[in-house]
């Protein structure tokens, strides 16, 4: 499988944790779904020195890049303007015992 490392900022603006907030059960019950399908690697939120989710960090992995597209292109904190800068990144996880 190709691995994808996803790191992604959330707005600044005044309604962002709002954004977050009303999104993130959706997101999640996406991971739930990738993780049952063995897609899902590790993932979290990056929080603000006031301890709030301001972004996130997700490891996850795909038999094709048209599944990884899908994937990206349905991503609720995408599609709902969350994320508002994101870097992808092949990836590899280290094999260490």
């Known amino acids: 499988m190709k ?3 996803i790191i992604a900022k959330d707005g600044v603006d005044a309604d962002a944790l709002e954004r977050r907030m009303q999104a993130r059960p959706f997101h999640l019950a996406g ?4 993780k049952a399908n063995g897609q ?9 020195e ?10 996850v ?5 048209a599944d990884f597209e899908h994937w990206y292109n349905n991503e609720p904190y995408i599609q709902q ?10 990836f590899i996880v280290a094999n260490v015992e």
């Open 61 to 65: 992995q795909f038999e094709t890049e």
């Open 31 to 34: 991971a739930s779904r990738l």
């Open 81 to 90: 303007g969350v994320w508002q800068e994101i870097s992808v990144q092949p």
């Open 3 to 5: 691995q994808y490392v």
């Open 50 to 59: 006031q301890g709030q989710m301001n972004g996130s960090v997700m490891i």
């Open 40 to 48: 899902f690697v590790v993932g979290g939120a990056t929080l603000n």
